[in-house]
């Protein structure tokens, strides 16, 4: 039943009579919550606006249905609403979602991106008009190859409405997009009204934030009040053998893995209907979607299960996207994180997970894809893996994190708690691609408009003067020659720059996942991803083997090794995993010490659990922070990644061997004595951020990073990072005490 005269206070006579009209076509019974709110929000305010709701929650009519009621009668030349997206496959999901009711209005739409129309894009160019949808590398392109058909088309912009905003809350395209929208605020007289699109995020400050850095508590912040759909959970843990070395391989007759049970138990459970799978890597991933088509051929029935990231091309991820989104057959998608953002992939009934979260954001992300239809509930099942323990096992492996993480998510799930945005390191990165690109636009510019127009303001805003200017140098060093500067201090681009500028991989910020080589005696050993930071004397695993890293080579992006003296090493991997949360990490300690037995645990995470916990209490951890384990200690802070490493580069500091990991530090060939010693040393004269600082090697992580300047990057890491070197010597007479 269409809305009715007696909602006339809710919004919906407020609409525009074609608006009105289409709603009642839809066969709408009511506008949500959050769309009526919306409504007046934007109908009757000035400000920016942030909208925030789960999933297929109506975020996108919320902001639409008013936007398109305000510009409806414009007749101002240029475009009225410019739609940013951080994906290319989700614009074209919206633009088939608002093309029919801007008809209606005689408003046109137009998706502007690498593979949008050509004529299209050429018919806006010749009368720009209404709304365009775009990626912040097309809004990149358009300002510095056409920034007279940019001043034209987005000279006059009414509404910027942002989707996916807790996308861009952190890494190098938020810092991207903030500065191309302030860039967009300069091309016309009134800077346009923002509008953000969020799914339900844990401080929604931040995101005001970001939207109005100026401005932050003028935000309007519009969070939906509906309830979540009913949760089912399942926890179910299985056990690796402790003499298999890759646990993520290919199936093989030799041995039974824990991947090949979560691939029996997954089929039978999923067969018949549309799900999501995240299992984590891409290696992963395709492992797992191998077992799973290699058991739906034994058993002579279709596949119904297909792998989707990064690596594999846009046609076969596209295929993947169109047969969940039609429906007509069932369907699972076996992913990394390239199907958490939201495109349009109709009704899932259920999600998986295969290993314990590490981010309670993405978790939130994944779990919203699953019970979108009114009444039905949502669906999730988390895989834990854990490993045979033989009799010389660490005590960091008898704690059994795996399964103590995973309960420690729930419970933070349902406490509501998503992490804040990380610490960002491209900064540098997108300061200095900026700077080549509005110089590119403007033909050359001085040092201080550029600093104005990239860094007086907003996230750049951290770079403060002198580092740009050292920024700027380096940047016309002989060695770098991206810049130069003319007789009248005129900055313009130099022989490298020119060139890279002209290429169309300028566009984009972001980087591919760089792969690291590790070398021992000229000998490469392999190759692994790094998330974490490094440094000379940190220990890391890899091919069952304990080392420590001698060299690093940041530009070349080589890892020399050595393999260490000291025995068996715990099953943690601190260079390649997720960052986990202070939080988190602390509810992992509450867990332990806690006696209730979660329902949603199988019988095989029940036991983990309770000899996870029976090992906290063996090991004295209420007691003590200073764990031996064979010739090693284990110093457990009870804090997350970023706290770990910082403990672990003072400790490297102090002439320690060290490894970090999510629960605490270990101090390599050290007693618990000597450990505590330190720590107290610690306690008594934290040292500097910035001496710390100095023992941080892999800092060129960003697209741009080998271009810039060391020194201005340590400088950076140690400002951002100065905050945790605040709270070093809280934490280290915490341990001691």
């Not at 009642?24 to 009526?36: H, M, P, S």
């Not at 760089?514 to 070398?519: F, G, P, S, T």
């Not at 770990?644 to 490894?659: K, M, R, W, Y």
């Not at 023992?695 to 741009?704: M, R, S, W, Y």
Request: hydrophobic share 40%.
């Amino acid at each position: 039943m269409p809305p009715s005269g007696s909602e006339a206070t809710t919004g919906f006579d407020r609409l525009h009579p074609d608006i009105r009209r289409w709603i009642w076509e839809q066969k709408w019974e009511e506008l949500r919550d959050v769309q009526d709110r919306s409504i007046s929000a934007v109908l009757d305010g000035e400000g920016d606006l942030l909208i925030a709701a789960s999933t297929a929650a109506g975020k996108t009519e919320a902001a639409f249905l008013p936007i398109l009621t305000k510009v409806a009668d414009r007749e101002a030349k240029g475009f009225s609403v410019l739609y940013v997206s951080p994906l290319k496959a989700l614009i074209n999901d919206q633009f088939r979602r608002l093309d029919q009711l801007c008809e209606r209005l005689d408003i046109p739409a137009v998706r502007w991106h690498g593979d949008a129309p050509q004529s299209a894009k050429h018919r806006a160019r010749q009368n720009p008009r209404g709304l365009i949808l775009i990626t912040p590398e097309s809004i990149e392109a358009m300002l510095i190859r056409r920034p007279g058909d940019a001043k034209t088309m987005l000279g006059a912009i009414d509404f910027v409405v942002i989707d996916e905003l807790h996308a861009f809350l952190k890494g190098p395209r938020g810092l991207h997009l903030a500065s191309l929208l302030r860039r967009v605020d300069r091309l016309s007289a009134k800077p346009a009204r923002r509008i953000g699109l969020s799914a339900t995020i844990g401080d929604l400050s931040i995101a005001a934030a970001w939207l109005n850095p100026a401005e932050p508590k003028s935000v309007t912040i519009v969070e939906s009040s509906a309830d979540a759909p009913e949760l089912k959970l399942q926890i179910r843990a299985y056990s690796d053998p402790d003499d298999v070395e890759d646990v993520d391989g290919l199936e093989t007759e030799e041995k039974i893995v824990a991947l090949d049970l979560i691939a029996d138990h997954l089929y039978s459970t999923l067969r018949g209907a549309n799900n999501l799978v995240f299992a984590g890597s891409r290696k992963r991933v395709e492992a797992l979607a191998d077992r799973l088509r290699t058991r739906s051929e034994a058993r002579t029935v279709p596949n119904e299960f297909f792998p989707h990231h990064g690596s594999l091309s846009k046609e076969l991820r596209e295929e993947l996207e169109d047969r969940l989104k039609k429906g007509g057959l069932p369907t699972t998608g076996v992913a990394t994180t390239t199907l958490e953002l939201g495109i349009d992939i109709g009704s899932i009934k259920s999600v998986a997970q295969v290993g314990a979260p590490r981010s309670l954001a993405s978790l939130r992300q994944r779990l919203g894809r699953s019970g979108r239809r009114r009444g039905v509930p949502a669906i999730l099942r988390m895989y834990v893996r854990e490993q045979d323990l033989g009799k010389d096992a660490d005590p960091l492996d008898h704690l059994r994190l795996e399964t103590v993480r995973a309960v420690a998510a729930v419970r933070l799930l349902v406490a509501k708690f998503v992490e804040p945005p990380s610490i960002d390191s491209a900064t540098a990165t997108v300061a200095l691609h900026q700077t080549l690109s509005v110089v590119t636009q403007e033909g050359g510019a001085r040092a201080d408009r550029l600093f104005d127009i990239i860094c007086s303001a907003g996230p750049l805003s951290a770079l403060r003067k002198g580092d740009y200017v050292e920024l700027l140098r380096g940047m016309a060093s002989p060695e770098q020659r991206l810049l130069e500067q003319a007789p009248d201090g005129t900055i313009m681009l130099g022989e490298i720059g020119e060139r890279l500028t002209a290429s169309r991989d300028f566009y984009a910020i972001f980087s591919t996942d760089e792969e690291w080589r590790l070398v021992s005696g000229g000998r490469t050993l392999g190759t692994i991803p790094i998330s974490n930071p490094v440094g000379v004397g940190v220990v890391i695993a890899f091919a069952g083997q304990r080392w420590r890293i001698t060299t690093v080579d940041d530009r070349s992006k080589v890892l020399e090794i050595e393999r260490h003296r000291s025995g068996k090493i715990p099953k943690f991997d601190n260079l390649m995993n997720e960052p986990v949360h202070d939080r988190l990490s602390a509810e992992m300690r509450s867990v332990l010490q806690g006696d209730d037995i979660p329902a949603y645990l199988d019988p095989a995470a029940r036991h983990f659990l309770f000899k996870g916990r029976t090992a906290y209490k063996d090991l004295q951890l209420d007691e003590t922070r200073f764990v031996p384990a064979g010739k090693d200690t284990h110093v457990f802070t009870w804090r997350g990644t970023e706290t770990n490493s910082v403990l672990a580069f003072t400790l490297v500091s102090a002439g320690l061997d060290c490894a970090f990991h999510d629960v605490g530090v270990t101090a390599i060939e050290t007693t618990p004595d000597e450990a505590a010693a330190i720590v107290r040393q610690v306690a008594d004269n934290p040292p500097d951020i910035s001496s710390i600082a100095e023992f941080v090697e892999n800092l060129q992580v960003a697209k741009f990073d080998e271009m810039v300047p060391v020194s201005l990057l340590r400088r950076l890491w140690a400002r951002a990072h100065a905050s945790l070197g605040d709270d070093l010597c809280a934490m280290a007479r915490e341990l001691i005490a």
